[in-house]
């Protein structure tokens, strides 16, 4: 793809200035946006939207725009919010449907991994509502897939995992369309203990790679140094961590490098001086070892899987009550691998008496719900979808 737009610069470049070179330097800043170069994305949409204005060309302003916004919020850039929603605006009202997809997918992508939740809801429940609209099928399973991803972030692991596998059941689907879902059911798999999760996560950082993109190749990576960590195999993070280190900071959103570096304070490995740099909130004060407010940060976030994560990597010792606090969010998570982690940890120190009792398995009808339900829950969710009321519902069961 490089070479090509590389071509049509050079060969656009021998002619008369026109809209079609103007939409060439919008590819090339697109490819950069891809490719995690976000300064040269900038500087190749400004030309392009420069070029646009000379001929009237909405169509590259709508291109450009996208470009610029989505390398603008990725290096913590408020105005580019504004940018993508005038490309969005503009290519709504001209019926450009998949340059209106575009910006829900990236716009999406920002929510979730920025941890704007509210924003990531309203986008991806719009995005979805307008590709399914107008059949553009493709569109609509890769923002279903982030979705997914949203749901695992919040810690509704079961939804995560029920959402992903839906996307990744349907046929003729594109490696790109599956991705981001095969990620999130490989990450949430090993959160909860399923079998194959392993497998599933090499599987993602193979397909990964093949992108070629560090938005991809960054959280396929990271679900594997947390597979070693959930399993007590630190020495079979190291590989990822230098990939991840070779790949440099300045390829990566600052939540992306967050995330890295916790994890290699966690997992006591040395990156590179680059990766000193000021990170997001939660991950910064967990850098500086203040545990209990770094977590308290992910709770105010609506992550809790995270804040059990960092209430279990104290470097100053595992007090009883970070420990069952970890524990409970677990629990509350579904994480029963993470939960066993922790509560593996808590008796090695002393502290079995103090935490919670762990919870009993569900029922079979619980376990082959997709929500878990079990057959009392099933038909009471039946019962109000009839209209009835909780006094309804208590004399038709039998029950105050």
């Avoid at 070479?3 to 919008?26: G, N, W």
């Avoid at 203990?193 to 093949?210: C, F, K, P, T, Y």
Wanted: negative net charge.
């Amino acid at each position: 793809a490089t070479h090509f737009a590389d071509e049509a610069v050079r060969v656009l470049e021998s002619t008369p200035p026109s809209s079609e070179r103007a939409m060439a330097y919008s590819l090339r800043s697109q490819l950069h946006m891809l490719n995690d170069e976000m300064d040269k994305a900038i500087e190749w949409g400004q030309r392009a939207l420069e070029l646009a204005a000379k001929f009237n060309d909405d169509e590259v302003r709508v291109h450009a725009l996208n470009n610029i916004g989505t390398a603008r919020i990725f290096r913590d850039q408020p105005e580019g919010i504004e940018q993508l929603e005038e490309s969005l605006e503009l290519a709504l009202r001209a019926g450009q449907h998949e340059h209106a997809a575009r910006v829900y997918t990236n716009l999406a992508e920002y929510g979730v991994e920025y941890r704007n939740f509210a924003l990531a809801e309203r986008i991806i429940s719009d995005g979805i509502a307008f590709d399914t609209q107008h059949d553009l099928d493709s569109w609509t399973h890769y923002l279903v897939g982030r979705l997914a991803q949203l749901r695992m972030e919040q810690g509704r692991l079961r939804d995560a995992e029920t959402i992903a596998q839906g996307v990744l059941k349907l046929d003729r689907l594109t490696l790109l369309m599956k991705l981001p879902a095969l990620i999130v059911l490989a990450k949430v798999g090993l959160r909860c203990g399923r079998e194959n999760a392993r497998e599933l996560a090499s599987r993602a950082l193979q397909d990964a790679i093949a992108t070629d993109e560090p938005q991809y190749i960054v959280p396929a990576r990271l679900g594997l140094i947390e597979a070693a960590w959930l399993h007590n195999e630190p020495a079979t993070a190291a590989d990822h961590f230098e990939s991840l280190a070779k790949l440099g900071v300045g390829q990566m959103h600052s939540w992306h490098a967050g995330e890295i570096v916790v994890w290699a304070q966690r997992l006591f490995f040395e990156l590179p001086a680059e990766f000193r740099v000021t990170l997001p909130a939660p991950f910064e004060i967990e850098v500086q070892g203040n545990i209990e407010t770094a977590a308290e940060e992910w709770e105010k976030l609506g992550a809790p899987y995270n804040a059990a994560v960092t209430l279990l990597n104290s470097r100053k010792g595992h007090t009883p009550a970070n420990l069952a606090k970890a524990i409970k969010l677990f629990d509350a998570t579904d994480a029963s691998a993470a939960a066993t982690k922790a509560r593996n940890l808590a008796r090695s120190l002393g502290h079995a008496k103090h935490m919670p009792r762990a919870r009993r398995g569900p029922y079979r009808a619980a376990k082959n719900h997709p929500l878990g339900l079990t057959r009392r829950e099933q038909t009471i969710l039946a019962l109000v979808a009839d209209g009835a009321s909780n006094r309804d519902i208590s004399q038709a069961l039998a029950r105050s």
